[in-house]
T-cell receptor, first 114, second 114 residues
């Protein structure tokens, strides 16, 4: 069965410094992996997705993630944090059976300090 | 840009009452999902729906829950007799395919059962 583990429930960074949000996955097959962001009182917005093409995936708002099969990781990074990046981030794996439902990580709350 | 909408944004109900949560998926999408997030917990899959039928459901989706596509645009989740533990944020999502496709999420309905 597929699963994702987000290693940090909270991350704090200073504005202008790099962001690293960690995600490890478990999947018997080549997974489809996603990062979503949720701003307060907003829906879940897709940041980026990996579907077995390039291992380095670029997303919106300067975020990117690298798929590393040897480490079963899909960490989300951004070179320079902005105040508007403060939000909850979810790593998601798509099930490879049934209707490809999403399996969510527990989320990482990113705080950006001025 | 097309988006998924949900109404109401918040609902407060008494235990034992019926609630209907409404979603308008993206117009050309054919695959629909409901997820929920109990406060402090991860987002969980409830049900997927295609061609006017439930395609897959989780163990959470018991006889108290039902889904319907009453017309060409709406997709509803009904909870027949609400329980305290049904208090959660409910997200609707839609996609135009099963495999490796992005699911687009609505902003959620926050349900509070008293």
């Amino acid at each position: 069965a597929q699963s994702v583990t987000q290693l940090d429930s909270h991350v704090s960074v200073s504005e202008g410094t790099p962001v690293l949000l960690r995600c490890n996955y478990s999947s018997s097959y080549s997974p489809s992996l996603f990062w979503y962001v949720q701003h307060p009182n907003k829906g879940l917005q897709l940041l980026l997705k990996y579907t077995s093409a390039a291992t380095l995936v670029k997303g919106i708002n300067g975020f990117e993630a690298e798929f590393k099969k040897s480490e079963t990781s899909f960490h989300l990074t951004k070179p320079s944090a902005h105040m508007s990046d403060a939000a909850e981030y979810f790593c998601v794996v798509s099930s490879t059976s049934g209707t490809y439902k999403y399996i969510f990580g527990t989320g990482t709350r990113l705080k950006v300090l001025a | 840009e097309p988006e998924v909408t949900q109404t109401p944004s918040h609902q407060v109900t008494q235990m034992g009452q019926e609630v209907i949560l409404r979603c308008v998926p993206i117009s050309n999408h054919l695959y629909f999902y409901w997820y929920r997030q109990i406060l402090g917990q991860k987002v969980e899959f409830l049900v997927s729906f295609y061609n006017n039928e439930i395609s897959e459901k989780s163990e959470i989706f018991d006889d108290q829950f039902s889904v319907e596509r009453p017309d060409g645009s709406n997709f509803t989740l009904k909870i027949r007799s609400t329980k305290l533990e049904d208090s959660a944020m409910y997200f609707c999502a839609s996609s135009d395919s099963w495999v490796q496709e992005t699911q687009y999420f609505g902003p959620g309905t926050r349900l509070l059962v008293l």
